[in-house]
């Protein structure tokens, strides 16, 4: 970091910068979890924004930590709200976002590194593969560390929308602020070139 007052009488701040693709608000590109698909830096940017769709489980995430996004869900929404329209960014609300700050709570472990015993909704494979051709979403993004939920072991989801080429949104927040439908999302994130994914600036724009 280099910050003051210059021998010219200007100021100058400048720091170095380092930071892992994945953590935070970021953008899971599709190459992260399917070969030969979009890097960070080839997704195009209509596919980073779109008409947004919020389908709410914290209902069920609140008795169950583990909890997937089933066809289900998706069923009940289209009976509630109407139908999911083609090439939606979907935003799965669990309610997950109230524990950021708490390790334990968040993921379900507080040791660093350790991926052996986490516990956090994610989406189901099922869900995932009906969305990516019923409906061909746009993106989708999740209130949680990971579009899988924390038991997985297979990844299902991820590999299951990269290679459908689906850009992922993680660890978002706010959800619980914009309606079912009539929102417009426009995720920003950091063009890595090559990258399997980024820092991410997620925006949406209410109706």
Known sequence: MAQGETPGGYWYAANDFCASEHGGTHLDAPIHFAE??????????????GDAVVV???ERTARDPDALLEPRDLATFESRHG???????????????RFWGDRAR?????TPGDAS????????????????????????????ASID??????????????NANVPIFENLR???????????FLGLPMKIG???????RAVAVLP
Do not use: C, K, Q
């Open 36 to 49: 030969g698909r979009w890097t960070a830096d080839e997704i195009p940017l209509g596919r980073l924004m």
């Open 56 to 58: 709410d489980i914290s």
């Open 83 to 97: 139908r999911i329209p083609d090439e939606a960014v979907v935003l799965v609300r669990t309610g997950w976002e």
């Open 106 to 110: 968040y993921l379900g472990s507080t």
């Open 117 to 144: 015993n986490l516990h956090f909704p994610g989406v189901g494979a099922e869900a995932a593969a009906w969305l990516t051709t019923a409906r061909r979403l746009r993106a989708i993004g999740i209130d949680t």
């Open 149 to 162: 939920h924390g038991p997985s072991r297979d990844f299902r989801a991820h590999r299951t929308l990269a």
């Open 174 to 184: 706010g959800l619980d602020a914009l309606p079912p439908r009539g929102a417009f």
């Open 194 to 200: 090559g990258g399997t994914g980024g820092p991410l």
